[in-house]
């Protein structure tokens, strides 16, 4: 525990350096196609140079400067979700930082080529612990956590209500990932869970000697769904500095 505490203050030092200038805005997106399809969703912007007004720009030259990836593609959110557990604490607030969430059915990728047009519906801050502040910018928590897409619905709603127990842990060989394990089920306590945690990473130590992350991923996938089955949720916190 001990080990992945000192992660997070790692992540969240480093995070800290840049407060003053970077902002995270979540846009909400009118977006029309060529074919006059209508999309309405949200984009994640993390950048030093956020707008809130577009006087200089329009929001559809911004999202395409600032938010289309080296695909030409914009990832859009059809509906994200704040987590009610697990909760991580920012250290350096008194807040309980809750991570976002949304399922792949929720997610959309648009061509660039197809966008006709985009509309801003409206603004605001990332997560639950940033400052809304026009004037001097938006002020993020030091950590951009990606927003998790490899829960299902059923998930997401179980996962606003309090479990049984969690635990945390992280491979050795990428420490700026973290993964949450949390029981709904009562006869899989805090121990249980350690347990399960250990072994499944003392079973990935040859992968990890050879750096072998086709195989790492596949054991993960296959741990996920073993104790999916067990009322188990397990998934990683991937983020973005």
């Known amino acids: ?126 997560h639950n612990c940033d400052k809304f502040d026009i004037t001097d910018g938006f002020y993020w928590v030091g950590i951009y956590p990606n927003v998790i897409t490899e829960l299902t619905n059923k998930e997401i709603d179980l996962l606003q209500t309090e479990p049984f127990s969690i635990h945390s842990f992280y491979y050795p060989i990428d420490e700026t990932s973290l993964f949450e394990v949390i029981s709904y089920n009562k006869l899989v306590d805090a121990e249980a869970l350690k347990k399960l945690c250990d072994d499944f990473l003392h079973a990935l130590k040859p992968e990890f000697d050879k750096n072998n992350w086709e195989e790492i991923n596949n054991k993960y996938t296959s741990f996920k769904e073993v104790l999916r089955s067990q009322n188990v949720i397990v998934f990683k916190i991937g983020f973005m500095m």
């Open 1 to 126: 525990m001990r080990k992945i505490i000192v992660v997070l203050i790692i992540i969240l030092s480093i995070g800290k350096l840049y407060a003053d200038a970077g902002n995270c805005v979540k846009y909400q997106l009118g977006i029309t196609l060529l074919d006059d399809s209508y999309t309405e969703g949200f984009v994640f912007n993390n950048s030093y140079q956020a707008e809130y007004e577009f006087k200089n720009i329009t929001i559809k030259d911004f999202i395409i400067k600032n938010c289309i990836n080296q695909e030409n593609k914009l990832i859009v959110y059809l509906n994200v979700l704040t987590l009610a557990f697990p909760k991580l604490s920012d250290f350096t607030q008194d807040c309980d930082f809750h991570l976002n969430a949304t399922s792949l059915e929720n997610l959309k990728t648009i061509d660039l080529q197809d966008i006709k047009e985009i509309k801003l519906v409206e603004f605001n801050i990332c």
